[in-house]
């Protein structure tokens, strides 16, 4: 296993920002496409973003209208979410997500390794 660190996540008020970053503890691991999920109180983990090794190819969740923006340092294993225009219903922990595998999946299944999370909170 290797373990993914999540960092970034608080309490914002709606409207406002915030940065999420994930990194893999190991930097020498070889890990292809990186995903942000997350799970809100009472539901179930939906797809957020994901990015390819390059940082190239991203895919983003309809929902999210332009307002997440997803990055990544291939060199370093981090991978990035820059959170704008954030709402009450961004509410949730945002998990990090990995896999060796080059398909881009939107289904946590696709994914292989996981960070704790991090939790998110948009005050209205």
């Known amino acids: 296993q290797v373990p993914l660190i999540e960092s970034g996540g608080g309490l914002v008020q709606t409207g406002g920002s915030l940065r999420l970053s994930c990194a893999a503890s190991d930097r020498t691991f070889i890990i292809n496409i990186m995903a942000w999920f997350r799970q809100a109180p009472g539901k179930e983990r939906e797809f957020v973003a994901a990015?390819?090794?390059?940082?190239?190819?991203?895919e983003y969740a309809d929902f999210l209208e332009g307002r997440f923006t997803i990055s990544r340092d291939g060199a370093l294993n981090t991978m990035y979410l820059q959170m704008n225009n954030l709402q009450p219903e961004d509410t949730a922990t945002y998990y990090c997500a990995a896999v060796r595998s080059i398909t881009l999946g939107r289904t946590a299944d696709d994914y292989t390794y996981w960070g704790q999370g991090t939790q998110v909170t948009v005050s209205s």
């Open positions: 990015i390819s090794a390059s940082g190239g190819i991203t």
